[in-house]
């Protein structure tokens, strides 16, 4: 079935650091990956996505490429601050559940700590 | 636009009492789920619902119920509070049908804790 793995964390780096967070998945077709950002007490929200080999999401400085060569989807960012601090999830959507809806798969979770 | 709700948001339960998780959506969205989160465990999924009335299992469901009566609502019950269901309860809605590029919108989260 469908898996994604990610680094265990924490990841601990000084302000404006750069930051990678690898992310490397397992689907049987052609599935749309994401990243997923959980502050603090709150819940998921979408960070960026892709939707096909070679595709590049981003948003607020983040960065991640499909790479469907090497089934990976790693998390950039040239300069992190400490408000970036927060558990980062991958993820990936390619299941068919009942009624031609689509599950997605997370990873366990990153933690990322950016301190001043 | 309120996204997803989820009340309450801190709970403690003793071991054998049940209890109803709230969740709603005012986006109009088809499906919706539950997670659990566990630290070292990331999310895991209780049940799904791909519609009013249609419901399913995830991969962790034993000990809790749902129902889909309305679009908007999709409650979760605990049966009979274990302390193993200790966890953040997530509440997921995604808009769409069938395109694997779908968001995923989470409510807030509920502590639970069952003694």
């Known amino acids: 079935g469908d898996s994604v793995t990610q680094m265990e964390g924490p990841v601990t780096l000084s302000e404006e650091a750069f930051l990678t967070i690898n992310c490397t998945y397992t689907a049987t077709g052609y599935p749309s990956l994401f990243w997923y950002v959980q502050y603090p007490g709150e819940g998921l929200q979408l960070l960026l996505k892709a939707t096909k080999a070679d595709d590049k999401g981003s948003n607020k400085g983040f960065e991640a490429t499909y790479r469907k060569e090497t089934t990976s989807f790693h998390l950039e960012k040239g300069s992190v601050q400490v408000s970036d601090s927060a558990v980062y999830f991958c993820?990936?959507?390619?299941?068919?559940?009942?009624?031609?809806?689509?599950?997605?798969?997370f990873g366990r979770g990153t933690s990322l700590i950016v301190h001043p | 636009n309120a996204g997803v709700t989820q009340t309450p948001k801190f709970q403690v339960l003793k071991t054998g009492q049940s209890m109803t998780l709230q969740c709603a959506q005012d986006m109009n969205h088809e499906y919706m789920s539950w997670y659990r989160q566990d630290p070292g465990m990331g999310l895991r999924l209780i049940h799904y619902s791909v519609g009013a009335g249609i419901t399913d299992q995830g991969e962790v469901p034993n000990g809790y119920n749902v129902s889909r009566s309305t679009t908007e609502d999709f409650p979760l019950r605990l049966l009979s509070a274990a302390p193993s269901q200790t966890s953040v309860y997530f509440c997921a809605s995604r808009s769409g049908w069938g395109q694997t590029s779908d968001t995923q919108y989470f409510g807030p989260g509920t502590r639970l804790t069952v003694l």
């Open positions: 993820a990936l959507s390619e299941s068919r559940a009942s009624g031609g809806s689509y599950i997605p798969t």
